[in-house]
């Protein structure tokens, strides 16, 4: 048996919340003004009320309303495969599984939140949304969703996606959504910096200011966040959720959960779950893998900073490298962001999940290698969780030990073959950030709030 | 309950062969030499000897060998999906399903045999294989296959959509496989080409007999063919095979069974079991739908003729625009051959099944409102299937009938982004063929012999 497909009637009908589980409570997002913490009635002007509230539930379950499971069934539960070409392949005596996100209409586990937003937008008498998206995994999620609830959408994609990406650009239009690269001359935040750096390749902490700018000017528009935020995690959930039903029916259990982050949010999905199960005392790790050129967990600090460029969120408790920290145009776009999830910072800091970096050529090559055994052609955001898999392996075979590791695969690569097309052609290079930059980055966060 | 997904235990265990269920025999391939039926001995130049038998076979049931279904495991069986949001856009009493295929590896239904035909020449000793692609879902369906199975791979891609379509080709890249745009300096048959029409777009025909040369060059290189064939079609019947237990486990069975047709093998592979049921007795309409920028079985004559431009394969009884026929360049390359499966042919003869042609924007259209409704992109093949499905459930809301229509979803149209940035920026048109340009290749064949 190489792949557990659950049926429709075995979906997941709550998510997980971990704040009650957690051994030390998240710190509160900060009034950047005041200092103080913040309400959600001050973030009631670009976000639903049901989501405030998740956002800041201590309940342990949360029940997933009809309509959005109606549309979770259109391709939940995803499989769990077993990589059993791949195992032969590296000749390791682990067991590798995968858990297929892939298989979503927009092709990652951004619908599972996507939907749940568009849909707690809409009962909540709202018209619009406005976001960003980095590779474009994310617009594409949303632009799915709100097709299915008739909301309007707009899309910050961070520029140098939008020309390495087109097609993926043209998935947001076939479903209805309106998109702009970003930095973009429709929003301040945009034409601020298109006038400082008019060729900024752009960001996710500048396309996070433009689409929050868009959504604080129109009362009929609010924003959406696919990452970090504690609700976003929380949609995700299903995917663990699911995970441990399946292996269950495979009568096996994790030694190693793992997932690339980005803000967060595919890692978490797939892990809080097991955190939970690590909390209530079972031995198993949790590996984050993030890219070297955007070293967030691995070389940032734990600290209050901004969620955007312009400084238009709240400050969060987070792994940060400054909220004016743009890193190199890696192909791994999901992957480029300042911040991380609270929640996963947390973790991290609460030693509950281990950070790792890994470079782009490293996460090609094995990208390449699970395409030609496993056949699916991996994300560039998904390549990093298979080269820590990959090392799992490794020290699996060194140490002659027969360890179950299950890893994220959070989408297909099939709007990224010119990433591919580079790789094979030689064209792309791994990144060793300065110091200096990162130090740069830091000097204007360090008067900041400290957690 | 709006999907049924087969455990892995359910995958059928062998193809049906629709041979010994026929009420006339097919015509037999002739040799164009000698006029005579051409028997396996001669084709073993370019084909493997199992296949040859499954050609020719006239056992019902053929055993799938453990080390496909291993592969087809990665990915079958494919759920059956009941398009509920669809039925509601279009107000019908109808209920809509689709069979889909797009969920494979390659993301089309092609891998059903390009996996079974790698493993066929790998067991009988041959090294590399040599095929045709027209918008690349077979190449890179025989790239993976090839990949799984070791084996070196040369691909002709159709110039067009070689042009249109850049990340097909990346795909068969990363997965191994070699790829020149078709008509190619790499044969005599595209040479041949280029001296007379240097800016040809190539056509199926064309790239067909660029790779049976190449095949017929090199002793550890067969040819590969991606459709038409009587063995290609029986590897496809595993989708229909499980279509029927699905409907089984909904209750239900269909009224109306439609595929698109290019070659005829996903509409085949969907329709020859329910084609037996018809045969059997059973009350049910089979629609195959092509283009009408290349209307084969709508406007072709049923006649001898070439499987290619260059008169290199034997004469097959079939439906054929003439072996010369290059058709206009559309956005559906997959459906730009000249000729028709042999079977499929046979059977509308027959009545057995209903030819359909459709235009190219109603077709875009029809996928775009299936994309907002269901989710799914779909490839510009099989937006003929939905277009026809829009007009049954058209029908059966005029008549009031409550009809179950189901249909092959044969795969995605991530590769095909660009064919939606065309059909958006309204650069597509639709083609009416001149008669002229019928007539012209028919002269080509008339004195070919008759069925």
Redesign the interface.
């Known amino acids: ?3 557990i ?1 659950l ?2 009637q075995e979906l997941p009908r709550t998510w997980y919340n971990i704040a009650p589980d957690l051994p030390e409570p998240l710190k509160p997002p900060l009034n950047p003004a005041t200092g103080e913490p913040i309400g959600p009635e001050q973030l009631a002007a670009i976000f639903p009320m049901p989501l405030l509230e998740q956002e800041m539930s201590q309940e342990r379950e949360i029940a997933i309303p009809e309509e959005i499971l109606d549309v979770y ?2 391709w939940r539960p995803t499989p769990l ?1 077993r990589a059993e ?1 791949l195992e032969k392949h590296l000749g390791t005596p682990a067991k590798i599984f995968y858990k297929h996100e892939g ?1 979503s ?3 990652s586990h951004k619908p599972n939140t996507a939907v749940a937003q568009a849909y707690y937008n809409k009962i909540s008498g709202i018209k619009r949304l406005a976001t960003e998206t980095g590779a474009g995994q994310w617009g594409s999620a949303l632009a ?1 969703g709100c ?2 609830f008739g909301l309007d959408l707009k899309v910050y994609m961070v520029r140098v996606s939008y020309e390495q990406k ?2 993926r650009r ?2 947001i ?4 959504g309106e998109i702009v690269p970003s930095p973009s001359p429709d929003t301040p935040a945009g034409r601020q910096v298109l006038k400082d750096v008019p060729d900024s390749p752009g960001s996710l902490g500048i396309a996070i200011s433009e689409a929050v700018q868009d959504a604080v000017h129109r009362d009929d528009t609010n924003y959406s966040l696919g990452s970090v935020l504690n609700h976003v995690l929380l949609h995700q959930t299903v995917i663990g959720l699911e995970t441990q039903r399946q292996f269950k029916e495979f009568g096996l259990e994790p030694d190693v959960v793992i997932g690339c982050v980005g803000g967060g949010s595919n890692f978490a999905g797939l892990a809080l779950p097991y955190v939970r199960e690590k909390i209530g005392g079972k031995q198993l790790r949790m590996i984050a893998v993030e890219p070297e050129a955007c070293p967030t967990i691995t070389r940032g600090h734990y600290h209050y900073d901004f969620g955007d460029m312009a400084q238009t969120t709240p400050l969060l408790a987070m792994h940060t490298l400054g909220h004016s920290f743009v890193p190199p145009g890696i192909h791994a776009c999901g992957l480029r962001y300042h911040g991380m999830a609270q929640l996963v910072s947390h973790l991290v800091r609460l030693g509950l999940v281990e950070p790792r970096a890994c470079q782009q050529l490293e996460c090609f090559e094995a990208a ?1 290698t699970f ?2 055994t ?4 991996p994300a560039p955001e998904t390549s990093h969780a298979i080269q820590a898999v990959f090392a799992e392996a490794e020290r699996c075979k060194r140490e002659g030990k027969e360890e179950t590791i299950v890893f994220n695969f959070s989408g297909h690569g ?2 990224d ?2 990433a ?2 580079d790789y ?1 052609a030689k064209k792309l290079s791994d990144y060793a950030l300065p110091e200096g930059d990162l130090e740069k980055a830091w000097d204007e966060i360090r008067d900041l709030p400290k957690p």
Chains 1, 2 share one sequence.
């Open positions: 048996m190489k792949r497909t049926s429709e069934a259109m495969i070409r298989v209409p927009p092709g799915f097709c299915l087109p097609y043209s998935l239009q076939t479903w209805g390449v395409a030609r496993e056949g699916i052609v099939f709007f073959m010119s591919y097309d094979f």
